[in-house]
């Protein structure tokens, strides 16, 4: 099974990747935490990408493609991958096409004005989780115990300006591969357990 993960900053598709990750059995390939790996271990391609990622700005294309390129090449993806944060532009998912072919494309539609809240709100783990600061009750990850961090964009001004690009460049992929069929479209408004069951029902 290939899966795309489409959706706006903050739609939860880090949220629903680790859940269907684990259901399919597919390994979660997400470009963000690839990046936020690179920044945390020093090295240039960090250095490079949050020189971007901080100004709520998109990294560029050619370095993004060669990552998910060189990730897409190792065994554990043979029988499928779920894709989380890429593509996020048209010259990515052509590139994506020349590299393999994706079975579909879970579009997580939520309310900008909800997403502005769940990402003000946001506290990351080093593990990958994230959390709401609605539901903790300590500033450490209840399922590995590590410190919660909060990510260096999600302040208000670098969210609007993520939601800014995320309509310029990333929403038209929605009609590039609504062309070819594969698109699943899912309300991301609700609670996280039924947009996942949404998911299922609609992957099959
Ligand atoms: P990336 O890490 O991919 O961030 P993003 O797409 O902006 O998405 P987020 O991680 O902010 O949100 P999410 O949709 O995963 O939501 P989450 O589940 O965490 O990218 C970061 C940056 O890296 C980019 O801005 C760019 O600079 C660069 N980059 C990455 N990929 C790139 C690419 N392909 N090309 C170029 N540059 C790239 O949920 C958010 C919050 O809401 C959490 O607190 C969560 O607990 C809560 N929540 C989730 N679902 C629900 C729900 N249903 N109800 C209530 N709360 C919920």
Same mark, same amino acid.
């Given at each position: 099974?290939?899966?795309?993960?489409?959706?706006?900053?903050?739609?939860?598709?880090? &949220?629903?990747?680790?859940?269907?990750?684990?259901?399919?059995?597919?390994?979660?390939?997400?470009?963000?935490?690839? #990046?936020? &790996?690179?920044?945390?271990?020093?090295?240039?391609?960090?250095?490079?990408?949050?020189?971007?990622?901080?100004?709520?700005?998109?990294?560029?294309?050619?370095? !993004?493609?060669?990552?998910?390129?060189?990730?897409?090449?190792?065994?554990?993806?043979?029988?499928?991958?779920?894709?989380?944060?890429?593509? +996020?532009?048209?010259?990515?998912?052509?590139?994506?096409?020349?590299?393999?072919?994706?079975?579909?494309? !879970?579009?997580?539609?939520?309310?900008? &004005?909800?997403?502005?809240?769940?990402?003000?709100?946001? +506290?990351?783990?080093?593990?990958?989780?994230?959390?709401?600061? &609605?539901?903790?009750?300590?500033?450490?990850?209840?399922?590995?115990?590590?410190?919660?961090?909060? +990510?260096?964009?999600?302040?208000?001004?670098?969210?609007?300006?993520?939601?800014?690009?995320?309509?310029?460049?990333?929403?038209?992929?929605?009609? #590039?591969?609504?062309?070819?069929?594969?698109?699943?479209?899912?309300?991301?408004?609700?609670?996280?357990?039924?947009?996942?069951?949404?998911?299922?029902?609609?992957?099959?």
């Amino acid at each position: 099974m290939k899966v795309i993960l489409l959706g706006a900053p903050g739609a939860g598709k880090g &949220s629903q990747a680790t859940k269907i990750a684990e259901h399919y059995n597919i390994p979660h390939i997400s470009t963000g935490d690839a #990046f936020r &790996s690179n920044i945390a271990r020093g090295t240039e391609i960090g250095v490079y990408a949050k020189s971007f990622m901080d100004k709520g700005q998109l990294v560029p294309d050619d370095v !993004v493609v060669k990552i998910v390129a060189e990730r897409l090449s190792h065994k554990d993806c043979e029988n499928g991958f779920l894709l989380d944060g890429f593509p +996020r532009s048209i010259p990515q998912a052509e590139a994506l096409e020349k590299l393999t072919e994706v079975d579909a494309v !879970v579009d997580i539609e939520v309310d900008f &004005s909800v997403i502005t809240a769940r990402l003000t709100g946001r +506290r990351t783990c080093p593990c990958g989780e994230s959390y709401h600061i &609605s539901w903790l009750n300590s500033d450490t990850c209840p399922k590995c115990g590590q410190k919660l961090f909060i +990510r260096d964009d999600d302040k208000e001004e670098t969210i609007k300006q993520r939601l800014d690009v995320y309509q310029k460049t990333t929403e038209p992929l929605v009609a #590039f591969y609504e062309e070819r069929g594969v698109v699943k479209k899912i309300d991301g408004n609700r609670p996280i357990e039924e947009v996942f069951a949404s998911i299922k029902e609609a992957l099959g």
